[in-house]
Every structure is written in C-alpha cells, then in structure tokens.
C-alpha cells in the first residue's frame, strides 16, 4: 500500500490530521467512481462527521473501515513486521518446525505412586537430621555419666576464638571454623556446671561433613552453656541466654502454651516500672514460637487490648512472627495513666480470652494456660481489702469454668528498691490463687495449679528470670523430636528448620540438642518438583499451615519467613475445602474434582492441555510424611490426558556445546556484552538449580573446572556412555533439541540487519535449561521459568508476547523482551504442551522507532496532539512518546496505561468485553493486588464510547498475532479526565470499593487476615492467589581486572551517527538533546554512549550503581518540571475542579488509610514509599513531566495523592523486603533511578503549587494547601535542593502538587 508523507499538516484546528491520512488512503487506492466522489468530499466533510460519530456511542468494536483512520491497516503492517521479528531474529518458525520433527513419548502420570516416592525422599532427609540429633543426644548423655566422676567443665568461649582459627563461609555467611565448638555463657552460670562441648567435637564435625544442608548444631544444657558448632563469634557483648529462645522451650515443654500476658499500667506505675514490664512482656513474646498461642492486655481503670487485628479482643492468637510483631507495637505505646488499676478487671478479661479460646478449640492435646501479671500490686488505699477480695472472687470464678487449670504468674515491680510487704504479699495470694485467705468460698472440687511470684528491678536478667516462666510449668518428660516451623537464622543468613530432642539423666533435664537445617535443602524436591508440564506439589504441617507452594518466592531467596497462611488460600478453587480435611485426616490419599474454567487458577491455566472445555479435572494426591508433621500433596492439572516427553535425542551436528561459566574455562575468544563476561564465538549453555538431581548442592557448593569439563562431556555424548554427573534425566534431551538453533543464530548475528537494536537472543526449557547468545556468563541463582517474558508466553501460547519495559541486569539499559513459546507439535498450542520459550531482548526506543518508521501519522507532530503508543496485556506500556521522551523523565518500567492516558482508559473501561479489573491476594508481602487484563482475542477496534469525549480521539485495536494492543489518540482541546492513584504508597484510594468502570492506577490494599485463626475476610477469600513473584536478579561475579582488559562484544560507534535516525535505539547509543540542567535544549544535538547521557540528558545519572558519577548542584538528573499554559478563564475553573477532587479524594485517601492501619502490616512504618530494589526516585516524579513537550497539555488528568518524605530504608525493607521484587500485578515498578534515598524528616513547612505561568511571588509560609493550590504562582524549588539527586517532589499529571510533611518528623 502506497504511503505518503504526512508531515507539515496543521492539527490545531480539528480532525485535519486523521483527516489527511484518511484522504492518502483513499488516493492510495484504485477508486471506483462512486468511491472517488466520495474520497473528493471527504476531507471538508471529515471533521463535522467525525464530531457527529464521537456524540453518537458506537459499538463496541468498530468497523475497519470508519473513515478517519484505517487502523486495522496498520495494525496489521505492525504485526506483519513483529512476525519477522519472530522468524527472522529469533527463529520460532524454524525452531518449532524442528521440534516437531523430534518423537515423543506419551506418558499418564499417577499422582498416588509420584507422591508415595517423593515422600520417601523428604521422609529420608528427616531421617539423616534425626539420627544426627540421637547421635548427639547420646553422646551428651554418655558424657554426663562420665563428667560424675571425672567432671567435664572446661570452656571455649566463642569470643576469645584467635581469628587465623576461622575462615568465611558462605553457607554460614560468617567467619566459621570447622574443625571446634565453642561455648557462650548465660549470666548465672556457675564454674561447675557440666560442658559436654570438647566430647562433641569429633561427632559434630563427621555430621557436618557428611550430611549436606546442615547449618549449626548445638548442645544447650539447663544450666546455662550453649555449645555451637562450627565455631564463630557472636553476641559478646555480655551472656547469651538460649534458655528463653523458642527452640528450647519448645523442646523441653512441647505441649501448647496458651499465654496471656497482663501489664499494669496504673497511676501507681512509674516510669522505671512501666519500662520494666514492658520489656518483660517483650521477653516472654520471643520465647514462644507458633504451636503457643498469646494475648497482651494493659490495664489500669479499664483493660485495652491490642487494636491492630479485632480477633485480638476476642481470642488468644497463634504466636507467629506477625502476631509478634503486633503486640510488641502494642507494648510499646503502653503509657502510665492518671487512674488506678482495676486488677479485676484486667484478671476477668484475662480468663474470657482463654476460655473463648478454649471453647473455640476444642482442644484434644495437652495445654498449659497461663496469666502472667507483670504489676507493682498497689490497690487503693480506701478499699484496699474489697479490691483484694474482688480480685480472688474473679480468680476463683472464672478459673472454676476452665476445671481450675490456669496457673497465674506474678511478677513485682520494685519502685527505686522499695516495695511495699503489703503488696507483694497481695500479688504472691494472686499467684497461689489463696482466696480462702479473704474469705472468697472455694466452689470447685478441683485443686488449683499454684504459680509463683517473683520481684523485678532495673537489675533484673530478664532473660533469665521472665524469659524461664515456662519452668512452673509442669515438664511432661517428652523424648520426642519437634520439628520447628521455618525461622531466619539469626546467626548466620537465610531462612532454618530446626529439628531438636531433649536430653535427660534419668528424670532430670540436661538440655537439648538441636540441629539448624537449610529451609532450602529441606524445600527442594518440592521447589523444583517437575514430574511433568501438569504436575505441580506443596507441602503443608499436620494444622494446614502452607510451607512450600508454586506460588512462593523459592527458600534460597527468602529471607523472611512465609506468611503463616493456610492451604485453602493457595488452592483457593470450588470444592477444594473438602479435599482439605481429606488431607489433614487422612495419612494416605487421592482425590479429584473438576473445577470451571472461569473459576481456575493461574498454574492450572499454563498446565491445561485441552483448552476448549468449560471445566477441567484437578487431582491431588498426598502422603504424611513419616515421623513427621509434614504432608506432601502432588497436583496433576487434566490427569486424563496425556503429557509428551521427549524421546532420546542427539546434539546437532554442527553445534558446539559452551557451558556459561566462561571464567573458568579461560575463553580465549572472551568479551564484555556491556556488563557481562560473554563471548561471540557460540551461545552458552547455563543449567539452572531446576536441571540438577540436587538443587541445592548446586546453589550451595562453588563450581569447579573439573565439574564444568564433567557436564560438559555429558551432555555432548551421542554415545550415552558417560556417567551422569548429577543432572535430571531430561536435562540432557533439552540440551540436545535447543542446539538446532545455534546455527542460525551465529548466521543472524553476521547478516542480520537488526542487530544494533538486540541485546541477546535465548530460549529456555521447562527445567531450568538455557541457551543464550552472546553466550554470557550467569548468576548461578538464576531461574530463566520463574521470569516474567517466561510465565507471560505460557500464558499466551503461539502468541508473541511482549514483556517489559525493565532494566537490563547486563547493562544495556532499558529493554523490552519479545517471547514465543515452542510446543511439541504446531497442532498442540495449549500451553500443557509447551516445551520451551525463545526470547530476544530489544532496545525500548526500537520499538517506538518502528511506530514512527511503519506509521508515519506517529511523527506528525513529534508526539504533541496525535500519540502512537503499543501497551501489552495488562496495559503497560511498551512504545509511547513519553517513554523516550528527555524531559519526560526518559525510559521508565513499568508505566501503565492509566499513568499515561488517563482519557482513554477511562473511556476503555466501558468496554466490558474489553478490559477487567482483577484482584488476586500476595502473600509475600500480605497485599490484595488490583490489575487489569485486556481481551487478546478482541476482533476490530475500539473508539471512544463516552459521551462528550470528542476532545479527544483514540482508536485501539489489537496488533494480531501478539499479546500486544496499537493505540492513536488525536487531541484537539482541553477535556478533564481522572484516574485515582496515590503517590504516596501503594494503596488504592478506596479499598473497600472496586468498580470495573472506574479508572484508577494499578494499586494494592492490605489483605485482610483473622491473626486468630489465619483465615482471610470472606471478601478476600474469594480472590484467588496471586502468580509467582518476579525474582531478583543479581550479575554474575567475575574477576574485576577483566573488566578492564576485556574488549566490548559489541561496538556500535555511537559517536560516529550523526543523525538522530542512525543513533535512535541503537544499541548503548543515546541521542544527546538536553543539557545537564535538565530543561536547555543543546544547540548540536550529538549520539554518545547511554553512560555519557542517560535518557538524552548529558551527564544524567545512569540507574546502574557502579556507574553513577558524582553529583553536583548542577545536575538536575530529570528533575525538571514545567507546566503547560492554560487561559485565565479555563485555567480558574480547571484549577477549582482538581483542588475540588484533590481535596476529596484525598481525604476519603487518609481516612481508608487509617482505617487499615490496624490490619496492614504497614501500621509499624505508618505507610512507607515501596520502593524498587536498587533505591531510585524516578517513577514518583513521572506523572506529570512530559508537559514541557505539551504531551498532557490539553487532557488533564488529576491524580490524588498526598506526599510525604519517604522512611529509612531499614522501615521499607521490613515491610517491602519480603517480596524481593515488586510484583507485577498492576503496580508500575519504580525503576532503578526511580528511588533514591531521601535526606532524615526536616521542618519544611507544607508547601503546594499551581504552576500555571511565570510569575515570581511566593507563597506565605502557613498558607493551607487548599489554598495554596489556588494562589501559587511558582513551585519552590528552593526547598528540594538539599540534595538534588535526593529529594524530588512526587507530581500531579494535573499542574496541582499538595505536600506534606510526615507526622514523624
């Protein structure tokens, strides 16, 4: 089809432009008579037909041919082009055909017989930690025989250990020594005490060397001694108390502990005592781990229970690190009142929870209850006796409904070394329960448990005394193995489970025995279970608490806990509540249910090989696994149909295996790909933990030469005689059949006419198997099926799905992946079937660079009035004006539609059939994500649908054959437009509301959790769980001095394209247009490297750390910020609507936040800025920027947000850490310079703006911000130049800013 030039057309006045495109095509084409009469009126009839079509609501789906613009057209040439990209660049078209050629075998898989296997194999690895803890327990207690006559009580302490003893150790994060156990020593320990440690030191090494997934082993004994092995230094400053960690307590009183603690904060208390109780109480909350449950109350004249759950008023809650978390903030704003305290009170609600509690249980097991009293005991001095009376009365009656079993413990708090006798012999009758003694009738036949009072001053171990309580209770005698629930290991790094015994002679306690064992060990079978494309496993303890799941970040990542969350959560899918009690009742099981299609889960959809039915069958099969506490559950996805697996293949003749660690091999031919140690000469081959029998020894151990050689050697062998080096079996079929794409790779890379604009090509198998080209050196932690171009083709089989905008971990700066998945024959397209994902990385600006080169109405008028973006999927966007524009911030990730077109979005979201609004819960970091999914099988395209929108003009359509949607909008006068995004975090403005035709910005609320009992708001039970959260990436490590030494790969010479078009998307290149102050425009544009002016502003910081410059007050890194003009009269009334709306939403903003604080994990920072692991600031500051080019200048958009300085990044990572990266359902993830640390909280007044002209006055300083709004006539920029790569100001896509400052401050 012809195409003419579309420059120097007016667009001012109308439909003009659209009109003119129009008018080409019609010249383009050969016209019949008719159709030439009518091409001849068609321009002068164009803009009034055009304003008769935006009042009339069209359907939803317009026809091709609507006159104004043939978009279909072009959408079409676009996906023509994307399709040779595919089959040129990458190869799809040729690597499918050959993996159709290969021969599969058909295999059913049965679930029952898989988890009976995998079982054996967890039930094997507990197996070896148990023997090594019976090992060490017997060997402690032949000791003690021994040490009667010959005492053994020399010490080695861990502090005085001579540094050339130690060498640093990965695994243990620490300098370790592996050869002794050293010794730390409570406070009260006396010189006699028997220390088993030297005995031990033969049979704690010969266990660490020969059982992998071991961290510490250790001997505690009762009488104070901690033994720990290997040998490191920690905690010396002062003793170390093992005695009240969860681990000991839990061993040597494993019945659960249901604890309510009681603090007296009554005008009686002073300052010293309330401090003194309160930490305390702090003690006894570090001591208890999950199988206890625990409540604090305060009391004084009424009794105030922890806020921040409502289950807290009620019952007593499981003591996970949440619930921890809670009552500690609890504790610490406990302040002394004016009124005296009610001891009943506080006793009488101490007893409802434990019963309510009690009642709610049905407990079966042995429970110990306890009331600890943490109090000064000072009654009134009017009723003094009547208060003392009361309080037994209560004791008595309340303790007679629970058969007289709660034990009370009292704890005195001394006033500055006085305390009354009066008062401790009134808290010694509360712990003995002696109502007899005032008079108070026993009515219960039951004897009570007496407790014990204890006297607390500043002096106080309260580690040792408090932190001891659970010595009242009664010790049970039980030898059994307990098994704790995953916990950070505070000594060393990463996530443990503890397997521990306790140690007797005869009837008398020694200590316990424990042994730290690897979360990521234990996990593996489960993490990187693949069966087949179907199956899936979890695995979950005896009470349905969710250990390892799909769904999760994997074990050698985390570095926090997981959510304390049940299985119905994870598989939250009809009927599955039944197969639930199935598997906590049954040892041995199976079970299939048959689950609708439009009610399914994430990782069903991308296991279903038929997709053509309504409803698919799900089986689950599960085993407990022997001797311990844990279920495993296999999942097969259609167990019916069969899954094909390859048949045994040979490597391609011509193709030469690389493996990727180039650093070890001494590559003569190596080369840096920007960042990376690469090479051109072939692709390189990385397995990731995923290909080997045992992932964790692979993440775990250093690679060596030999064991390169070694895999190597495998993996080319046609003969199959050399031995297996410790790979799945499948791995080396999946080798084989990706080395057929090494040729035309290579050939590609010589005569492709593209390659300025890729960065790497490579395709990726189901387990873990990756090739890539320039073949790179990788992180060993790097899992190419747990990325999101990986996951995005599988969820859109045979499509080519466009990933990204995001950061390159290479260096190349911003990308965007184009994948396509492989299946095992061209018929079977589902994605059950898929057997690998090719991908190719390109430039951002490349494909922005093929809207202006294919559609020529993009560039009309540089991107001011007619706009040409391409959005993905979910409605990110890949190409758009504001992406690559200098002052618009340059390339950022993440940007949604919503963010940029806040009128088409709006007017979208009234196509139902179009666009859905989604929501799925985030355990990772406890949120309830709200994203948007837009129909890729939409036919035709779509225009505006809203009355009233003919200001501005869009069409839509989808690009075929792709995951990916072309959008024009055509401007022609100023039209309002709003969509609800808070810019202060993450929080969605309303959370109690979502309507699918209101436009707000991808956003999250707090997922609603019962901490009582782990169940979820019947709202959000029904969402089902988010998908796999995006991993973070990490450079592989490699020997500095090559960095210097080594040539780049790829040289584009930047510094020779004099024009914009030979520089723009080139590879490294960036054309240099603004000068560093960020708003002059250079008078010689000039193309240099990304490092020379990153975004086309010179001497912009680059995102990557290492390459950041120096920064001075004369570099604005993308900090400017301009408004675009408004006439007086449209400006007035503009400026009233956004104060109006701002001044609305903001409220209805912080009155929801307030009402979440009590169940959002945000409640302990306030409500910190998420942000982005490598800590920038640009994406905040993105909504508004790109007014300098009149991009946004006639749709205003207004998005309501209340800024405030961002908190220290140790409040961020307690909250935001658990997720590694951000997630990708909906929020646009700030990039690496979108985030940079701000300076500690000042006291800048508020301070607001309008900028809507030049002029020079300032606002007073206490003008409120509403006003201020409507008087600013400049933005003070004075206030952000502390720092001016710190501090930038989070802005409106309207000309309106309110800010803050943070209550902390």
Known sequence: MARGSSRGVETGGGHSAWAAAAARRARARPCSPPAALLASLLPPLLPPLLLLLSLVSPASAAPPESGDFAILEEAQVLANQMRVLATSEL???????????????????????????????????????????????????????????????????????????????????????????????????????????????????????????????????????????????????????????????????????????????????????????????????????????????????????????????????????????????????????????????????????????????????????????????????????????????????????????????????????????????????????????????????????????????????????????????????????????????????????????????????????????????????????????????????????????????????????????????????????????????????????????????????????????????????????????????????????????????????????????????????????????????????????????????????????????????YLSDNTRLIANPGLKSSVRNEVMATSHVTDEWMSQMEIGILNSYIVRRYIATPNGVLRIYPGSLMDKAFDPTRRQWYLHALANPALITFTGPYLDVGGAGYVVTLSHTIHSSRSLSSPGHAVAVMGVDFTLRYFYKVLLDLLPICNQDGGNKIRCFIMEDKGYLLAHPTLIDPKGHAPVEQQHITHKEPLVANDILNHPNFVKKNLCNSFSDRTVQRFYKFNTSIVGDLTNLVHGSHCSKYRLTRIPGTNAFLGIVNETCDALAFCACSMVDRLCLNCHRMEQNECECPCECPLEVNECTGNLTNAESRNPSCEVHQEPLTLAAFDPSLQETLPQCINTRCSQRTLSGDCFGVLDCEWCMVDSDGKTHLDEPYCASQKECFGGIVGAKSPYIDDMPALGDEVVALNMIKSAPVGPVAGGIMGCIMVLVLAVYAYRHQIHRRSHQHMSPLAAQEMSVRMSNLENDRDERDEDSHEDRGIISNTRFIAAVIERHAHSPERRRRYWGRSGTESDHGYSTMSPQEDSENPPCNNDPLSAGVDVGNHEEDLELDTPPQTAALLSHKFHHYRLHHHPSLHHSHHLQAAVTVHTVDAEC
Not at 408 to 426: Q, V
Not at 484 to 491: A, G
Not at 526 to 531: I, M, N
């Open 91 to 713: 190869g799809v078209f040729n690597m499918q055909a050959i993996y159709n050629s290969f021969v599969y075998i058909e295999k059913i898989s049965n679930g029952e017989t898989e988890v009976q296997q995998l079982a054996k194999k967890i039930r094997e690895k507990f197996n070896r930690y148990l023997d090594v803890v019976n090992r060490n327990k017997q060997v402690v207690e032949a000791s003690y025989t021994a040490h009667l006559t010959s005492p053994l009580t020399a010490i080695q302490d861990c502090c005085t250990i001579p540094p050339s003893m130690m060498e640093f150790d990965g695994n243990f994060n620490t300098n370790v020594s592996k050869t002794i156990s050293c010794d730390r020593l409570s406070t009260t320990v006396n010189n006699r005490a028997f220390n088993p440690g030297r005995d031990l030191n033969t049979v704690l090494a010969d266990n660490f060397k020969s059982n992998p997934g071991i961290k510490w082993q250790y001997f505690s004994s009762e009488e104070g001694i901690f033994t720990i092995f290997p040998a490191h230094k920690f905690r010396c400053k002062g003793g170390y108390e093992h005695r009240s960690r969860p681990v000991y307590v839990s061993t040597v009183r494993p019945q659960s502990k249901h604890i309510v603690v009681v603090v007296d904060h009554g005008a009686s208390a002073t300052d010293t005592q309330l401090q003194i109780a309160k930490d305390a109480a702090q003690v006894i909350l570090t001591s208890i781990d999950e199988h206890d449950k625990i409540s604090v109350l305060a009391v004084a004249d009424a009794v105030r229970t922890c806020s921040l759950d409502q289950c807290y008023k009620t019952y007593l809650s499981p003591a996970t690190s949440e619930t921890k978390r809670k009552m500690t903030m609890f504790l610490s704003g406990i302040k002394s009142v004016d009124g005296a305290t009610q001891h009943a009170l506080g006793f009488h609600k101490a007893f409802q929870l434990l019963q309510n509690t009690n009642n709610s249980t049905r407990i079966h097991s042995p429970t110990d209850m306890v009331i600890i009293y943490l109090s000064s005991g000072i009654t009134s001095k009017d009723s003094s006796e009547e208060e003392k009376k009361a309080t037994l009365s209560v004791i008595s009656e309340q303790n007679r409904h629970l058969n007289n079993s709660v034990m009370i413990l009292t704890y005195a708090l001394m006033n500055e070394g006085i305390t009354g006798l009066k008062e401790l012999a009134f808290l010694r009758d509360l712990a003995e329960q002696n109502s007899a003694k005032y008079g108070v009738p026993d009515r219960s036949a039951l004897p009570v448990v007496k407790g014990t009072m204890m006297v607390l001053n500043q002096l106080s171990n309260l580690e040792t005394t408090v932190g001891r309580f659970y010595t009242n209770v009664p010790n049970r005698m039980i030898d059994e193995a307990v098994f704790s629930l995953p916990y950070t290991d505070e000594m060393g790094d990463g996530l443990i489970m503890t397997v521990s015994k306790p140690c007797y002679f005869g009837n008398m306690l020694l200590g316990i025995v424990g042994v730290d064992v690897n979360l990521a060990y234990i996990l593996e079978d489960v993490t990187y279970y693949r069966d087949s494309s179907a199956s899936y496993t979890f695995l979950i303890d005896n009470k349905g608490y969710t250990l390892m799941h799909p769904s999760l970040t994997r074990p050698y990542l985390l570095t926090e806990p997981p959510l304390h969350t049940d299985i119905i959560h994870y598989e939250n899918i009809p009927r599955f509540q039944l197969v639930r009690q199935n598997i906590l009742s049954l040892p041995l099981g199976s079970q299939v249910i048959t689950v609708p299609v439009n009610s399914s889960l994430s990782w069903h959809i991308n296991r279903l090989r038929e997709t053509r039915k309504e409803a698919y069958n799900v089986s689950y099969a599960w085993k407990l696994v022997q001797d311990t506490s844990f279920i495993l559950c296999i999942v097969m996805v259609q167990p019916e149909v069969p899954v094909k697996h390859l048949k045994n293949l040979n490597t391609a003749p011509s193709s030469k295996l690389l493996y990727h660690r180039l650093d070890l091999l001494g590559q003569p031919t190596s080369c840096l790909h920007f960042k990376q140690l690469a090479t051109l000469e072939s692709p390189t081959v990385m397995l990731s933990a995923g290909s080997f029998s045992s992932p964790f020894e692979h993440l775990s151990q250093a690679e060596t030469k030999r064991m390169v050689e070694h895999y190597t050697a």
